[in-house]
């Protein structure tokens, strides 16, 4: 929340700062997606054998998904295939988010299938 109010609420404030409060909103976001992962890591450890490896591969699914969209969407918006629109474009916090969601369902659904 920090780094997106920063980047789009108060980007000439945020300029104006020095270097190193820019860099720690900057890294700060990463901190706390190693928090989750270890508590992802935590959670799932405590389930048993089956509910482990479903949680596992849908979890593999949704970073793996999410990763290649935004991937192969910067990509093609540096080649100019699809722009991007101002600032919100897919790379966002919301849209991966909403991106990890549907893979996670989605892997969700499949490795339940799967091991039915």
Known sequence: MISGASDILLPHVVSQWSWPIRALIAVIPFVAILLWV????HWI???????????AAA????????FFVV???????????????????????????????????????????HFQ
């Open 38 to 41: 270890r508590s992802l890591k």
């Open 45 to 55: 450890g405590g389930m048993d054998e089956l509910h482990r490896r479903i949680m």
């Open 71 to 113: 991937m192969l969407w910067h990509r093609l918006n540096m080649a100019g295939v699809l722009p991007a629109g101002g600032n919100w474009d897919i790379a966002t916090v919301g849209h991966s988010f909403l991106l990890m969601t549907f893979f996670y369902f989605l892997g969700f659904h499949l490795s339940d299938r």
């Open 59 to 66: 979890t593999l699914i949704s970073m793996g998904g999410t």
